[in-house]
């Protein structure tokens, strides 16, 4: 049974850093996409970053491009998300998301992705 879990979430003040990991575990994705998302209250889940495989390009939304940093470490199973210069409009519950096969140019659909997460609440504070 392939499992997700994160960690690494919690309060943080505006101008702050948190590093998200995920540890897959049921299944090895050393080869496969993997990505994060993100669900504010109220508010569609929305793609955050991804990578395509072990030293394969990365991906990110422009809101987050420079702040946030997404990498992998496959001797782990467990992808981690950087985010530095955090702000009150990050606050949301962060979702890992990991595929089983090619996803192509897709990396930002929530379709392209057959495993998740239960999500880890990042909250910062002004």
């Known amino acids: 049974q392939v499992q997700l879990v994160e960690s690494g979430g919690g309060l943080v003040q505006a101008g702050g850093s948190l590093r998200l990991s995920c540890a897959a575990s049921?299944?090895?994705?050393?080869?496969?996409?993997m990505g994060w998302f993100r669900q504010a209250p109220g508010k569609e889940r929305e793609f955050v970053a991804a990578i395509s495989r072990s030293d394969g390009p990365t991906y990110y939304s422009d809101s987050m491009k420079g702040r946030f940093t997404i990498s992998r470490d496959n001797a782990k199973n467990t992808v981690y998300l950087q985010m530095n210069s955090l702000k009150p409009e990050d606050t949301a519950v962060y979702y890992c998301?990991?595929?089983?096969?090619?996803?192509?140019?897709?990396?930002?659909?929530?379709?392209?992705?057959?495993?998740w997460g239960q999500g880890t609440q990042v909250t910062v504070s002004s």
């Open positions: 998301a990991a595929s089983f096969g090619y996803i192509g140019s897709y990396y930002y659909l929530k379709t392209s992705y057959d495993y």
């Open positions: 049921g299944r090895t994705f050393n080869s496969n996409p």
